[in-house]
């Protein structure tokens, strides 16, 4: 199939296998003991994705400085390119970077509260934000709130790589030749890849009901499920939701471009 040429899809070419990792939550030491079985199986002209979500709940800090650790180990092997390593946008890094435009918000206290509720207040707290802070902030008015964002952006840059990794999150990944298609949460069949929205990172009941290859991949794959339904692999789809970051598990699958996965990794 074709699929499009932009800078805010990731294309994975020159590959036979990709691992994908599901959604870690800040579980900084379950994604280490995940790196360091991944680093004994991953091999030559493999790639990897990283499918959203591994900011919020947890050691927000902790996990940003592994990936990017890891990134480094991975990169250093023959044949690895920067390309060859995606980061996924998912809900929780959605919603960081809505924060990080608190100001702009119509009813910035409410927003602040629903993402806090949602968990976000572990990503605000990895920077040095208190959400206390933030209220006092949406009280005050929108310069005071630019204010405290622009400390938070500060933060960020001033954490080694925490910037780059950011700034640079994919709405979606596929491999060159459209045979497998990476999301962080869901997607909506009825629309083309072009055409998909936030559904991308926030899900939908549409996912659990694609049962045919949409637009001719031979399977979806996603980190995140909002139902918390835990692990699925349906006809042409894969979920790899494992709870982690609720007490349960940190999951990545290996499949190659036939849609099967050949290899697997639970911590």
Known sequence: MA??????????????????????RGQTGRLEALHSELEKRFERNDRLVYLGNF??????????????????????????????????????????????????????????????????????????????????????????????????????HDRPGHDELLGALKRLAFTRDGELLFVA?????????????????????YFAAIEAPYADFVRVVRGHDRRQKGLEMGNVTATLDGGCGFGGNLNAACFTLDGKPTDWIQV
């Open 185 to 205: 949460a869901g997607l909506d069949p009825s629309r083309p890849l072009s055409e998909q929205g936030d559904t991308l990172w926030w899900g939908s009941g």
């Open 55 to 156: 900011l919020g709940y947890g050691d927000v800090g902790g996990t940003v400085d592994e990936l990017l650790r890891f990134r480094r180990t991975i990169l250093a092997r023959p044949g690895m390119i920067p390309d060859d390593i995606v980061f996924l946008r998912g809900a929780q890094e959605e919603m960081w970077r809505k924060l990080l435009e608190l100001q702009f918000a119509q009813n910035p206290g409410e927003v602040l509260t629903w993402m806090l509720d949602q968990g976000v207040g572990a990503t605000l707290a990895a920077y040095g934000g208190q959400p206390e802070a933030g209220h006092d902030r949406c009280r005050e008015g929108a310069l005071a709130i630019t204010r405290w964002t622009v400390q938070l952006r500060a933060a960020v």
């Open 3 to 24: 699929v499009p040429e932009d800078s805010i899809y990731a294309t994975l070419s020159a590959t036979r296998r990709v691992w994908a990792v599901g959604a870690v």
